[in-house]
């Protein structure tokens, strides 16, 4: 069974910056494509950024220019660079491994954005 497990979230205060880590495991991770996802209550899971095998990248419009995934298939690791932090960019950030027909979800980290 795939194991993702998500770290670096945290409090971090508006224009601030933080960076999330995804682990994959029993995974081969080089095959799937990457993604990190959001979800802040009352709202649905939507997309942040994901990078497929080849290392091309989507962003959500409202993330861009702002945050940058990233992928170290040697570590078998995702990132996500935040920056520019803004309140409304707290939520739940999951990771998910997706190659057709089969997806897997972090337990995902908390992000807080707040003076």
């Known amino acids: 069974q795939v194991q993702l497990v998500e770290s670096g979230g945290g409090l971090v205060q508006p224009g601030g910056s933080l960076r999330l880590s995804c682990a994959a495991s029993r995974i081969i991770f080089g095959i799937h494509t990457m993604g990190w996802y959001r979800q802040s209550p009352g709202k649905q899971r939507e997309l942040v950024a994901a990078v497929t095998s080849g290392g091309s990248t989507t962003y959500a419009d409202s993330v861009k220019g702002r945050f940058t995934i990233s992928r170290d298939n040697a570590k078998n690791t995702v990132y996500l660079q935040m920056n520019s932090l803004k309140p409304e960019d707290t939520a739940v950030y999951y990771c998910?491994?997706?190659?057709?027909?089969?997806?897997?979800w972090g337990q995902g980290t908390q992000v807080t954005v707040s003076s």
């Open positions: 998910n491994a997706d190659r057709y027909p089969f997806s897997s």
